[in-house]
DNA sequence: ATAGGGTTAG
């Protein structure tokens, strides 16, 4: 083993190893403090192979503070079995601090029942020797695993009750674990009575419950809670703003951010850059998006693949799709989530080819795709025509990527299939569907009958819809909206008024000289609707001349 | 000598 450890270092290396050795020229405090400070300093693993070998040649494995130190070193580097074997050899009997540092170890990786594991042998050894007992550290290690693992609610749950018979409650970190693991769960009204029954709050159990409210989608007592609590940081803020954005209060959220930004001790993290982005694509403001690509490019804000994500989401949705292609051009380390977000822009903007393009490009890169992936990839299709492409992928994509197809990958198919006029196989595919078509799906359908001119067909898919019941008045009111029979539409929102359906209709928006236009969906409110809608007939007129074109 | 809270893509 020891030879094993040695032949790994060069020659220099070995060499000054063994004169170390045989010098004696150091008190054993001053190594082992040298040691120390070495492992303190983020060595390479090649520097933490060499320690260790020290540490065993100089018998070192008792000193406990060492031993921490190497554990953590190895963790840093991801080497887990390594820090596991340190911990096993070393030292005899293990105290409170290297049981913690190893369940958290365990902890942050997908094997979080092995610290539970640990846990559990710790508790074993402590009623046999008493001598390592759990501490509130232990105890925050373990309460944190629970929340990553879906299965783990109850066992949080006993954590709870221990660490209130042990009186670890008082301690604000343990109470924080608590609060988050109950928000992880949606455990809202439990998070809220650790939070009341804490003896002191700090920013960060303050933030915790305004994230479990703004995921419970209340909204309301989460603003409360922010205007409320004592003092706010970046991650207060960056909760806030995605709350918001959550629930497509997109015009709060930039407001939220444009209060964030009047404090001039506040600076916005990556976080709070993200979510705002986001919120400008939603609302169209290219303004405000581009003003925060300035402000990335100006402050040096570190460009990493998030960030630029949000930006190329951001300028395509806001029909910049040029800049979303700088964006990604300039982008040195591309991810799944940037060819992502330029596969979808491109396809949005109907540049179906060259999203293809980009795809073939990114599997060469050898990146998997995953469903919102392939979301992209199949409407780019449908919007150039590849149906046969189209078609190979939808089938291939479970044996390719173990990607099973879903509900909207069903969508592109039928949509697919319905803009090439195959109207019949789009039936057919709805109806081997295992999951209920949704109404975007029947509108995909009906809106090519329209364009397509299919009535019969129109009239058998609204026939076949009545009769299975799904979806409702709202579905049946939108099949008739993809038909353009708006009084029809009108008659079903209108008898049924005071009903459950408090959806709002779609609504879009664009920003043009800074003036941000607002369309709900088949309104004749805007100023100028006269010209726009001359405008869209040419436009339509000018697409058929093109299919005809198409078909010759 | 070791804690606890954050975002995005159709």
Same mark, same amino acid.
């Given at each position: ?7 790994m270092f060069?020659s220099?290396?070995?060499?000054r190893?063994?004169?170390d050795f045989?010098?004696f ?10 040691l ?6 983020k ?7 060499q320690?260790?070998?020290?540490i065993?040649v ?12 190497l ?5 840093a580097?991801?080497?887990l ?8 050899k ?16 365990y902890?942050?990786?997908s ?8 846990f ?8 046999l020797?008493?001598?390592?007992v759990p ?6 290690? *373990? *309460? ?13 749950k006993?954590?709870h ?5 042990l009186?670890?409650?008082k ?15 949606s455990?809202t ?12 709050r700090?920013i *960060? %159990?303050?933030?915790?419950?305004i994230?479990?409210?703004?995921m ?20 207060s803020?960056?909760v806030?703003?995605?709350?918001y954005?959550?629930h ?14 009047a ?9 709070v850059?993200?979510?705002v982005?986001?919120?400008c694509?939603?609302l ?6 581009k003003?925060?690509h ?30 979303a ?17 330029m596969?979808?822009?491109l ?11 980009m ?9 998997k ?5 392939l979301?992209g990839?199949l409407?780019?299709?449908?919007h ?7 078609i ?11 990607i099973?197809p ?28 295992e ?16 364009t397509?001119?299919?009535v ?5 898919i ?5 009769? %299975?019941?799904?979806?409702?008045r ?12 708006w ?7 209108e008898?049924?008024i005071?009903?459950?359906?408090d959806? %709002? ?7 043009i000289?800074?003036?941000v ?15 726009i ?11 058929s001349?093109?299919e ?5």
């Amino acid at each position: 083993m020891l030879y094993k450890r040695l032949r790994m270092f060069g020659s220099c290396d070995y060499l000054r190893l063994w004169s170390d050795f045989f010098s004696f020229a150091q008190p054993m405090n001053q190594l082992k403090i040298h040691l120390y400070n070495q492992l303190k300093h983020k060595p390479s693993l090649n520097q933490i192979n060499q320690i260790h070998a020290q540490i065993i040649v100089r018998s070192l494995g008792q000193t406990n503070n060492l031993i921490g130190a190497l554990i953590q070193s190895y963790n840093a580097h991801g080497k887990l079995k390594s820090a596991t074997k340190v911990f096993n050899k070393y030292p005899s009997q293990h105290p409170t601090f290297l049981w913690n540092l190893i369940i958290q170890a365990y902890s942050k990786t997908s094997f979080t029942e092995q610290s539970l594991h640990l846990f559990k042998q710790m508790l074993l050894i402590a009623g046999l020797h008493s001598s390592p007992v759990p501490d509130d550290y232990t105890f925050t290690f *373990i *309460i944190t695993a629970c929340s990553r693992q879906r299965t783990l609610l109850d066992c949080g749950k006993n954590c709870h009750t221990m660490v209130i018979k042990l009186g670890f409650d008082k301690n604000v970190c343990v109470g924080n674990a608590l609060v988050s693991l109950y928000v992880v769960f949606s455990k809202t009204v439990s998070a809220r009575k650790v939070f009341d029954e804490m003896p002191e709050r700090d920013i *960060i %159990t303050w933030t915790s419950l305004i994230k479990g409210y703004a995921m419970g989608g209340k909204i309301a007592e989460a603003e409360q809670l922010f205007v409320k609590m004592p003092e706010r940081n970046e991650v207060s803020w960056a909760v806030m703003i995605a709350g918001y954005v959550g629930h497509k209060m997109y015009n709060d959220a930039l407001r939220c951010f444009n209060d964030m930004l009047a404090d001039d001790n506040m600076k916005p993290n990556e976080a709070v850059l993200v979510s705002v982005l986001s919120a400008c694509a939603h609302l169209g403001q290219i303004n405000q998006g581009k003003w925060i690509h300035f402000y990335i490019d100006r402050t040096r804000f570190p460009k990493s693949s998030n960030i630029s994500t949000a930006l190329i989401d951001m300028y395509a949705k806001c029909g910049k799709i040029e800049y979303a292609k700088q964006v990604f051009d300039r982008t040195e380390k591309r991810d799944l989530l940037t060819w992502t977000s330029m596969i979808s822009g491109l396809s949005m903007h109907g540049l179906g080819k060259e999203a293809l393009k980009m795809f073939t490009e990114m599997l060469a890169d050898g990146i998997k795709p995953d469903n919102i992936t392939l979301v992209g990839v199949l409407n780019a299709c449908s919007h150039s025509g590849q149906v046969k492409e189209g078609i190979s992928i939808f089938n291939n994509m479970e044996k390719l990527w173990r990607i099973s197809p879903k509900l909207e990958h069903f969508g592109c198919l039928i949509d697919l299939l319905s803009r090439a006029g195959r109207l019949e196989d789009a039936f057919k595919a709805v109806k081997t569907m295992e999951m209920e078509p949704d109404d975007v799906i029947w509108r995909a359908l009906l809106s090519a009958c329209r364009t397509h001119g299919n009535v019969g067909l129109a009239e058998r898919i609204i026939e076949h819809v009545k009769k %299975t019941g799904g979806g409702g008045r709202l579905l049946l009111s939108n099949l008739h909206a993809s038909f353009g029979q708006w009084d029809n539409v009108r008659r079903i929102r209108e008898s049924n008024i005071q009903k459950e359906d408090d959806s %709002t209709p779609g609504c879009s928006y664009i920003e043009i000289n800074g003036v941000v236009h607002e369309f709900l969906a088949a309104d004749k409110l805007h100023p100028q609707i006269m010209e726009i809608t001359l405008k869209l007939n040419e436009v339509m007129k000018r697409i058929s001349l093109d299919e005809d074109f198409d078909n010759m």
